[in-house]
């Protein structure tokens, strides 16, 4: 079964300083990974995937996830936080015990910058 | 270019009343996900559909049956509210790798 643990319920971070938001994982297939972010009642929106390839992966609003296999981390990072980028942070992996039809989300990591 | 629309935002149900929450995809989509958020638990999968006139239990189905009427539309029934069901519901559609989200509905069971 596939499984994710995101370690930290909150994170918090001074404006301008970089941040890191921790995932680890589990899968039996291929690791399919993902980020998703959620701001105040609102949907989630995509982030970054990594499916293959460079283990640095580049996504939207300046965030970028390092793929790391061995010790199955795909930790999220951003150089320079903004006030802006609070807000709810999901790590997700597709499960491949249903042919890859779904995904297995993380709890959720808090994300609090502060001015 | 909507994306996924859910509908209603925002229900208040009292224990034992019956409801259904629409979605609809406008990205054609194959695969289309109802998950509902708990605090501390992230999103867990209810139902998801990987093709039009076909349904698979997730997670957490029991309480809940579903709908995919046509490739667009894939619905969410609560037979009979219970307080349990309090929670965010998202609808979800996916072509290829990523998952694409709706804006959530919040259901209050009384």
């Known amino acids: 079964a596939q499984s994710v643990a995101q370690p930290e319920d909150q994170v918090n971070v001074a404006e301008g300083n970089p941040l890191t938001v921790k995932c680890t994982y589990s899968?039996?297939?291929?690791?399919?990974l993902f980020w998703y972010v959620q701001y105040p009642n609102r949907g989630l929106q995509f982030l970054l995937k990594y499916i293959t390839g460079d283990n640095l992966v580049k996504g939207s609003y300046g965030f970028e996830a390092e793929f790391n296999k061995s010790q199955t981390s795909f930790h999220l990072k951003k150089p320079s936080a903004l006030v802006s980028d609070s807000a709810l942070y999901f790590c997700?992996?597709?499960?491949?015990?249903?042919?890859?039809?779904?995904?297995?989300f993380g709890p959720g990591t808090r994300l609090s910058v502060l001015p | 270019n909507a994306g996924v629309t859910q509908t209603p935002k925002f229900q208040v149900l009292k224990t034992g009343q019956s409801m259904t929450l629409q979605c609809a995809q406008d990205m054609n989509h194959n695969s289309m996900y109802w998950y509902r958020q708990d605090p501390g638990m992230g999103l867990r999968l209810i139902y998801y559909s990987a093709s039009e006139g076909t349904t698979d239990k997730g997670e957490v189905p029991n309480g809940y049956n579903v709908s995919r009427l046509n490739k667009r539309e894939f619905s969410l029934r609560l037979e009979s509210a219970a307080p349990s069901q309090t929670s965010v519901y998202f609808c979800?559609?996916?072509?290829?790798?990523?998952?694409?989200f709706g804006q959530g509905t919040r259901l209050t069971v009384v």
């Open positions: 899968v039996s297939g291929n690791p399919y």
């Open positions: 997700a992996v597709r499960d491949w015990d249903n042919y890859g039809q779904n995904f297995v």
């Open positions: 979800a559609s996916r072509m290829n790798t990523e998952a694409f």
